[in-house]
């Protein structure tokens, strides 16, 4: 679970928030629906804490359920939710809504400005693109931003975006996206996480180190 799907999610919110390898991790569940001889839990849940950023980063994974939850940044001020659902409706892109309790917006949140049942900003594009036919699965990682991206109001294959990536790494000697070190942080978050699964304690990691203990 960790090492498939936790990985996607993990760099994700890594390149966007650079949040690197936490201080430490958390993770429970089991085999509560699947009775089919796997070893792999199918409802397991994570929690990376980052006690220097005042930061927890959240991870559940319900595989018998095929409600899309997406991902969300909560925050004092906003939260922002990245596809999945959102007030009834599915989120292709992203979706931002203030917080009643806000800072930052309080005096147009008293003034009625900003009112918390509506976003202050919504991203979506090619919504319309999944048709009723797509697969279950396909739908999962379109909601997700798995299966494609925009770039100059096209609808483009990520993957076609990774390989460019990397082959102008090679021509021109430059770092790629997501290059050993990114790799190494969600490398080790998705270990930390497996180990506390296995072990059933919270694992720390030590930076003096690099190890987990």
Not at 140 to 145: H, I, V
Not at 182 to 204: D, K, N, W
Request: hydrophobic share 30%; proline share 4%.
């Amino acid at each position: 679970m960790s090492g498939d799907l936790l990985s996607h999610d993990f760099d994700a919110i890594n390149q966007m928030m650079e949040i690197g390898i936490p201080k430490y991790a958390s993770s429970t569940g089991g085999i509560y629906f699947y009775k089919d001889g796997r070893d792999v839990p199918d409802v397991w849940n994570a929690t990376f804490e980052y006690p220097d950023k005042d930061l927890t980063l959240l991870y559940s994974a319900t595989l018998s359920s095929n409600n899309p939850r997406g991902n969300r940044i909560m925050g004092h001020d906003a939260s922002m939710q990245m596809g999945g659902q959102s007030g009834g409706g599915s989120v292709h892109g992203f979706v931002v809504t203030a917080d009643s309790e806000s800072t930052q917006y309080k005096d147009r949140l008293n003034s009625g400005i900003i009112n918390t049942r509506y976003p202050i900003y919504t991203y979506s594009p090619g919504s319309k693109q999944i048709d009723g036919v797509t697969s279950a699965t396909s739908r999962y990682f379109a909601n997700k931003g798995l299966l494609y991206t925009y770039r100059e109001g096209k609808r483009v294959d990520p993957t076609h975006l990774h390989i460019k990536d990397w082959l102008d790494s090679i021509r021109d000697g430059s770092q790629p996206k997501c290059n050993i070190e990114v790799a190494f942080h969600e490398a080790v978050a998705c270990h930390m996480a497996t180990e506390s699964y296995l072990q059933g304690r919270r694992i720390e990691w030590d930076p003096v180190n690099r190890k987990l203990i």
